[in-house]
């Protein structure tokens, strides 16, 4: 709304160290209700019912009317949990019918989060979890990739992954690990052409046929390897899960770079 105040250009609005996750301060909170201003200005009482419907909250019949709406909408931003914060966001991108306005609401919404560290974007009217630079361009990657009909299961399970890691206040570590690397063999399965061979048969048979560069297929076996040496996620757990985010998010990496990988490779058999 306003890219280059003062402030802005020399730094000095405070911020927090490193991104926010279960956290949205004050100012995040006041600066989406202004944006809701901008987009629904003539439609603020509709757009309290579907916020109260959506976040569950009781309806203030004494605000809902159309001169108190606004008043009700602004108290349940500043007012709500964090998680309930990015429901709304939802919520918003949603009540917009136009594709345009869409796409204006998301680059304000976005750039509000962006400034306020806060660790989330909106994507498609889905607010997912930012993770490095790295991931999120190989997971973007991936994903048009798998758009192809053929992957459809592969592609599934990546998403599956995602969501595994976005979830919210507890990541599902386990199965984010369990299905990025079941998304890396859907996209062997298709590429050998057999819907049940295993991932360890898959890349040994194309690194003995000169797909695959030794010893570049130990790489690929080791993480397949890590998600059947693993409790709680190839097998059952008994006690303390030894996975924590920052290997659910380097398999999930990994798995972007090797069903990027595979698929080109693929694509240059074929084109030979």
Not at 243 to 265: H, P, W
């Amino acid at each position: 709304m306003f890219p280059d105040l003062f402030s802005k250009r020399y730094g000095l609005r405070p911020t927090s160290e490193g991104l926010m996750y279960e956290e949205v301060p004050q100012p995040a909170r006041v600066g989406l209700h202004h944006i809701v201003g901008l987009f629904f200005k003539d439609k603020y009482l509709d757009l309290y019912q579907l916020l109260c419907i959506a976040l569950r909250t009781p309806l203030d019949r004494g605000r809902a009317n159309i001169y108190l709406a606004p008043v009700a909408v602004e108290k349940l931003i500043i007012d709500c949990q964090w998680w309930q914060f990015y429901d709304i966001c939802e919520v918003l991108w949603q009540g917009l019918e136009y594709k345009r306005d869409r796409d204006n609401l998301s680059t304000e919404i976005n750039t509000l989060l962006r400034e306020e560290r806060l660790g989330f974007d909106l994507r498609d009217g889905k607010v997912e979890k930012i993770g490095s630079a790295f991931i999120d361009t190989r997971a973007k990657e991936a994903r048009y990739l798998l758009k192809e009909p053929e992957f459809e299961g592969a592609d599934k399970h990546f998403e599956k992954a995602l969501k595994a890691l976005n979830t919210r206040p507890n990541p599902d570590v386990e199965n984010c690990v369990k299905d990025a690397i079941s998304a890396i063999e859907s996209v062997g399965r298709i590429i050998v052409d057999d819907d049940k061979a295993l991932l360890s048969k898959i890349i040994k048979d194309m690194a003995n046929n000169g797909l695959i560069p030794k010893p570049l297929d130990e790489a690929i076996q080791k993480i397949y390897a890590y998600r059947g040496d693993q409790p709680g996620v190839a097998h059952g757990l008994v006690g303390t899960s030894k996975v924590t985010i920052d290997e659910a998010e380097f398999v999930l990496a990994i798995s972007a770079a090797t069903i990027i990988y595979l698929v080109k490779k693929r694509q240059n058999v074929q084109s030979i």
